[in-house]
């Protein structure tokens, strides 16, 4: 999937806040380089921590709601 593609996907699953789905990408992707490990387990080595995270709110498996609120 293009990066346009998941990005719209991503923005749809947050009612079209662009301002949360950057904290949130940048939350994840913090989590990501600490040392969780991300969903996908694929992605590990082929994407940056940022795509990673986009990536995982773009297909629902990531919930963003009570991730926020961390």
Known sequence: MRIEQTISQALK???NDKYI???AVGQRADELIRGEPPI???DRLSLKYTDIALKEIACG???VDGFLEN
């Open 13 to 15: 699953r947050l009612n």
């Open 21 to 23: 789905l950057a904290i």
């Open 40 to 42: 996908f387990d694929e």
């Open 61 to 63: 498996a990531l919930e």
